[in-house]
């Protein structure tokens, strides 16, 4: 499985955007697909996760003001993000659990930068 993220950028605080990951090579619809996230000198983080039947799971820092979704046909995800904290700067990265038995495969992750 390979993941391509998009999306990332430079937004002011308050500001909002929206980060797509596109899964190919897999045959069926992902079990369990994400968006994790990792600042630097921190570890990397859950942000979110959707499985293929539409339950959700968010990090606590990002309830309420994040929201995933995914195309079950195209095998994609999405992550609006609104409300932007100086925090939610980091680095990224799409995950897919292909069938939910906690192999993951990572894309290469998108900057998300926000300014005063």
């Known amino acids: 499985v390979q993941l391509q993220a998009s999306g990332g950028g430079l937004v002011q605080a308050g500001g909002s955007l929206r980060l797509s990951c596109v899964a190919s090579?897999?045959?069926?619809?992902?079990?369990?697909m994400g968006w994790y996230r990792q600042a630097p000198g921190k570890q990397r983080e859950l942000v979110a996760t959707?499985?293929?039947?539409?339950?959700?799971n968010y990090g606590d820092s990002v309830k309420g003001r994040f929201t995933i979704s995914r195309d079950n046909a195209a095998n994609t995800v999405y992550l609006q993000m609104n409300s932007l904290k100086h925090e939610d700067a980091a680095v990224y990265y799409c995950?897919?659990?292909?069938?939910?038995?906690?192999?993951?495969?990572w894309g290469k992750g998108t900057q998300v930068t926000v300014s005063s």
């Open positions: 995950n897919a659990d292909e069938y939910g038995l906690g192999r993951f495969y």
């Open positions: 090579g897999s045959r069926f619809s992902i079990k369990i």
């Open positions: 959707i499985s293929s039947d539409g339950r959700t």
